[in-house]
T-cell receptor
Framework: GQQLNQSPQSMFIQEGEDVSMNCTSSSIFNTWLWYKQDPGEGPVLLIALYKAGELTSNGRLTAQFGITRKDSFLNISASIPSDVGIYFCAGQLLNQGGKLIFGQGTELSVKP | DSGVTQTPKHLITATGQRVTLRCSPRSGDLSVYWYQQSLDQGLQFLIQYYNGEERAKGNILERFSAQQFPDLHSELNLSSLELGDSALYFC??????????????FGPGTRLTVL
């Protein structure tokens, strides 16, 4: 079946550093979404991307929809302790309703 | 707060039992999705309903079923429970059935523990 490969699996960074994570697939997606999940909570939508090449920002977060439609990245600038959590990419394929396929997640730890 | 509500928050039951999880979508959203999150499988899509009709199906077990009611709330029924069904179950909702600009917002989840 379709899979999303998300990397890195985990990151340990110092407060103030920039972070980058990405997702790749062999399938073509028409939508890319980035979520953040805190322990025991539901995923919270951070950024939604709908067009190849699209670059979208949400505060310190920036995400891009890859030109090939098979990848996406998320950057976090000037990280702060509350950025700690697990970040997931999710892709939506054409003609499969609203079904989302999720990456395995990137666990971010920020040292003050 | 995403506007999606799920009950109960926690559920502990025994193998072989049946449980029902409930979800109320955001006001105005017509689609409801169910996802299962386990440590080994990650977040997996189970099923989608749009305005009362099944729209898409994932790797949902035959022991599991769902429905969406006229008021758009949804229930996920899990029967003949096994230890491996222990997981977080999330409901999400979106305005439409498919296509762009149809972001999914997740509820807080139900943690199911099967003993």
């Amino acid at each position: 079946g379709q899979q999303l490969n998300q990397s890195p699996q985990s990151m340990f960074i110092q407060e103030g550093e920039d972070v980058s994570m990405n997702c790749t697939s062999s399938s073509i997606f028409n939508t890319w979404l980035w979520y953040k999940q805190d322990p025991g909570e539901g995923p919270v939508l951070l950024i939604a991307l709908y067009k190849a090449g699209e670059l979208t920002s949400n505060g310190r977060l920036t995400a891009q929809f890859g030109i090939t439609r098979k990848d996406s990245f998320l950057n976090i600038s000037a990280s702060i302790p509350s950025d700690v959590g697990i970040y997931f990419c999710a892709g939506q394929l054409l003609n499969q309703g609203g079904k989302l396929i999720f990456g395995q997640g990137t666990e971010l730890s920020v040292k003050p | 707060d995403s506007g999606v509500t799920q009950t109960p928050k926690h559920l502990i039951t025994a193998t072989g039992q049946r449980v029902t999880l409930r979800c109320s979508p955001r006001s105005g959203d017509l689609s409801v999705y169910w996802y299962q999150q386990s440590l080994d499988q990650g977040l997996q899509f189970l099923i989608q309903y749009y305005n009362g009709e099944e729209r898409a199906k994932g790797n949902i077990l035959e022991r599991f079923s769902a429905q969406q009611f006229p008021d758009l709330h949804s229930e996920l029924n899990l029967s003949s429970l096994e230890l491996g069904d222990s997981a977080l179950y999330f409901c999400a909702s979106s305005p439409r059935g498919r296509g762009s600009y149809n972001e999914q917002f997740f509820g807080p989840g139900t943690r199911l523990t099967v003993l």
